[in-house]
């Protein structure tokens, strides 16, 4: 039986960025080799303003990128939803292939221009071709099973 190491992928992250009215967007990945991923973002110190929280899917990359599932609208104060996470899980069959939707990215944007402090992982899971190691980001440089 393998571990959760060894079946779930870290594809990509970003280390602490501002998210405003600019979007904080990690690098896009292909969603190839696997079924399913989860974005995990961790909101820092937040403006009050609102955010909106997104698994993006693109052409080949970035290109005419759009939303595949979001958390939107999420109200922001210091009190609600400062030092919290936000979780998106998707399943990768819905990508737009017919489109020519391969990639995906997670992005967080704010609805002002303060905004806030924040850091985003994407991981897969249900993986079609071998262990993690496989698919990961070149920046994972141990899995301890």
Same mark, same amino acid.
């Given at each position: 039986?393998?571990?959760?190491?060894?079946?779930?992928?870290?594809?990509?992250?970003?280390?602490? !960025?501002?998210?405003?009215?600019?979007?904080?967007?990690?690098?896009?990945?292909?969603?190839?080799?696997?079924?399913?991923?989860?974005? /995990?973002?961790?909101?820092?110190?937040?403006?009050?303003?609102? /955010?909106?929280? @997104? /698994?993006?899917?693109?052409? !080949? *990359?970035?290109?005419?990128?759009?939303?595949?599932?979001? @958390?939107?609208?999420?109200?922001?104060?210091?009190?609600?939803?400062?030092?919290?996470?936000?979780?998106?899980?998707?399943?990768?069959?819905?990508?737009?292939? %017919?489109?020519?939707?391969?990639? /995906?990215? !997670?992005?967080?944007?704010? *609805? *002002?221009?303060?905004? !806030?402090?924040?850091?985003?992982?994407?991981? @897969?899971?249900?993986?079609?071709?071998?262990?993690?190691?496989?698919?990961?980001?070149? %920046?994972?440089?141990?899995?301890?099973?």
């Amino acid at each position: 039986m393998s571990s959760l190491a060894e079946e779930t992928a870290v594809l990509t992250f970003t280390a602490a !960025g501002t998210a405003s009215s600019t979007p904080l967007v990690t690098s896009y990945v292909s969603a190839a080799n696997a079924g399913r991923a989860l974005l /995990i973002a961790r909101l820092g110190d937040m403006a009050s303003e609102t /955010i909106d929280v @997104a /698994i993006y899917q693109g052409q !080949g *990359g970035s290109t005419n990128a759009k939303a595949l599932k979001a @958390a939107t609208q999420i109200a922001a104060s210091a009190s609600a939803n400062d030092n919290k996470y936000v979780v998106i899980g998707v399943d990768l069959n819905d990508l737009d292939v %017919d489109g020519g939707y391969t990639h /995906i990215a !997670g992005r967080i944007v704010t *609805g *002002g221009a303060t905004g !806030g402090t924040c850091s985003m992982v994407v991981l @897969a899971g249900d993986l079609r071709f071998g262990p993690a190691s496989v698919i990961d980001s070149t %920046d994972v440089i141990s899995i301890t099973p």
